[in-house]
């Protein structure tokens, strides 16, 4: 599967991110998205109008939607991270889906507005934001009185990966997440698992170790 | 199955069609839903604490996003409506119900704009509008190079339903249908599935006939 990438990319790093935890290998195709750049040229155009990444190509399948490529590796890949085929998993899965599209509205565009100065009325989307991270943190809390550390069952699901990443980097937009002790629980529990990989500004789980001779490549 | 249901809203419309193409009976709880109605009251934010609606419940199942109900019906009623299970189909189903949260964003405002008066730049949401209409008519046009009506397979899924009523109401916003034939064909498709239902703005295949004698309900 080729992967058309941007490192500083939330969305992008969800698909890495799955990748790398259920051991789908990805050819990674770098693009140059500052503005102005080839994400709004005529190769990148033709594969997705909309001049947008990610865009995740495998053979004839073509997918320029996130929540889209993470169905597609879990279902090739490690069908247990769709859930357990139950409608009521399913469908618990495809609100936090659709409930990352608000993060990304809200989280990311404040993020947007703080890094690349992006227009945009930062008050109101930071309260946005704090409203969609009070639903999720209740949500957590709520999972966790029943001993459940993911949003949707006892392992981690695509709707875990959906929502990971605009919430962890939250603060880039000016938003603290000291607020919401369940989300930064379920935080660590997603950057303790295994084959966890990190972009910048989301770190593993060892960040707070005292370093021993820096290896070249993470820890 | 309970919906608490506005009937003008297009979000609730897709539930109520869905439900109705599958033979899912519905228990419609209608909600006041202007400015300053109940659905910014205890009773409502208690279940959806973003006060919006469609809200489905079922049993301990508890649903706030269309898309996520639109799963579970069909995982429950009519699971051909998910695709045929392979990863291929089940990604492109997903590609399209994250592209309908553009619709809404797009079209959507842009007919709370007209119809409301909402405050936006109306003049972009009809230009980022039109751009994802312009997608969904490449995308059509596509499918019917292979003879094919819907915009996953050969028979209707969620993903037409998601798309469904957003783009049928662009008019409502000040967004002609007239420049993308294949969204009109695909839309007379829809129209014309067995068990179809009407909301105001949508109507059945059947409009343009002399009507008889007027029936009671819809005809």
Redesign the interface.
């Known amino acids: 599967m080729k992967l058309y990438d941007y490192v500083l990319s939330p969305s992008c790093y969800k698909i890495r991110l799955l990748a790398a935890l259920v051991g789908v290998e990805l050819t990674l195709r770098p693009v140059d998205f500052h503005p102005g750049g080839e994400h709004r040229g005529p190769e990148l155009l033709a594969l997705n ?2 001049g947008a990444i990610p865009i995740l190509e495998d053979d004839d ?1 073509l ?10 590796i879990a ?2 890949a490690a069908p247990e991270w769709l859930g357990d085929g ?3 998993e ?3 899965i ?2 936090w ?3 990352s ?2 993060l990304t ?1 809200t989280l990311g565009s404040a993020r947007l507005h703080e890094m690349l100065l992006r227009p945009g009325d930062i008050r109101g989307l930071q309260s946005a934001g704090k ?1 969609a991270l ?2 999720l943190e ?1 949500a957590l809390t709520e999972q966790r009185l029943s001993d459940v550390e993911f949003l949707v069952c006892d392992h981690p699901t695509i709707a875990d990966i959906a929502c990971f990443p605009y919430v962890a980097l939250a603060p880039d937009g000016g938003i603290s997440l000291e607020p919401y002790p369940s989300i930064r629980l379920w935080q660590r529990a997603i950057r303790a698992l295994q084959h966890f990989i990190e972009m910048p500004g989301i770190h593993r789980l060892h960040e707070l170790r005292p370093a021993p001779v820096r290896p070249e490549q993470g820890a």
């Open positions: 109008p909309a399948v997918l320029t939607e996130s929540s889209a490529m993470l169905v597609y279902s090739r139950s409608a009521r399913g469908a618990r495809q609100q889906l659709s409930f599209h608000r509205a409203q009070r639903e209740a």
